[in-house]
Nanobody
């Protein structure tokens, strides 16, 4: 099994910053794409940003220029630096990874437990 442990959420004022971390552990041969998703009350879970193993990224328009994703492949860890936060960024943030546990596959998706981010004055 692959476990994803998130940290770094909390309460911040509008315009502030937070940094989320997501560490993968367990029986891992290779991690492919990693990503962050979020879900606000009453809304469906939505993509925030993904990062491929080679580093290419895909950001939601709503966070471009404010959020930055990065990953440390040696540590199987991903980060999300969130700047200029807005009240509409309030949500539970989930990390996700597509990983292979064995050389022969298969590739499966795994989710973190979710981390609350609240932007409010």
């Amino acid at each position: 099994q692959v476990q994803l442990v998130e940290s770094g959420g909390g309460l911040v004022q509008p315009g502030g910053s937070l940094r989320l971390s997501c560490a993968a552990s367990g029986s891992i041969f290779r991690i492919n794409t990693m990503g962050w998703y979020r879900q606000a009350p009453g809304n469906e879970r939505e993509l925030v940003v993904t990062i491929a193993n080679g580093g290419s990224t895909n950001y939601a328009d709503s966070v471009k220029g404010r959020f930055t994703i990065s990953r440390d492949n040696a540590k199987n860890t991903m980060y999300l630096q969130m700047n200029s936060l807005r009240p509409e960024d309030t949500a539970v943030y989930y990390c996700d990874c597509n990983a292979r546990r064995r050389v022969t596959g298969p590739d499966d998706n795994y989710w973190g437990q979710g981390n609350q981010v609240t932007v409010s004055s």
